[in-house]
């Protein structure tokens, strides 16, 4: 039997392995820039041609972007699972909103589920930010926009899934992030609207979901997440009857 020879690992693959594994796990997010290579060869204890084989090496996989002068970036197009045409289409058909909160409902019951039973102490420190700032918008009620508050609620949930140390989950909730930001945003002008306890309510399941996490309840947790979209579908499907009422009212009563 012949062996053929083994080649040696380079230096640079390493590098690309562990640039890798930073971009997968959401270290180093879309469109984010790298430090220079003169402190990122320092922070990886390696030679700058080494490092600089390595970003070449990334650039031609197509994961980072290197600007004449300007640096290198992770590619901005990394997790954009809808283009802006398509998000402006999906935001303006109900039936699409409704499959945006089925999807809603898997994803993040999931986790839910696996931000409690994993968050480290940095993780929690996260969500606790992302959740007083969302607080901070129900408390500001009549001063705070609905895209100020829809983009604190999408950061919220954004940031369970980080906790969840689920790579394709977060990568799929991040790619989601736009669309995930205008249903919010779309969602709650017609609840509130609808029904005058939905802030409320809103407010203490979102409690009730970070508290969860927080004590490392997965099961609660999980159950709490599911129970939040499926009140959001309540209350939804009955600001569409309503208009489907108001409508037919008018057809049949026309203005003389």
Known sequence: MGFGQVQPRRLSDDIVQHLESMILEGSLKSGERLPAERVLAEQFGVS????????QKLVAKGLLISRQGG????????GSTFSDPLLHLLESHPEAQRDLLELRHTLEGSCAYYAALRATEVDRERLSDAFAALQDCY????????????????RFHLAIAEASHNAVLL???????????RNVVTNIGGMYAHRDETRDMLITQHRELYQAIIDGRAEDARTLSNRHIDYVQEVLADVQEQTLREERSLRRNPAR
């Open 48 to 55: 700058r041609p080494s490092l600089r084989e390595a970003i």
């Open 71 to 78: 640096g290198n970036y992770v590619a901005d197009t990394l």
């Open 139 to 154: 408390d500001r009620q009549g001063k705070v926009s609905r895209a100020e508050e829809g983009a604190a609620d999408a």
């Open 171 to 181: 990568h799929t909730i991040r790619g989601l992030f736009d669309l995930l930001k």
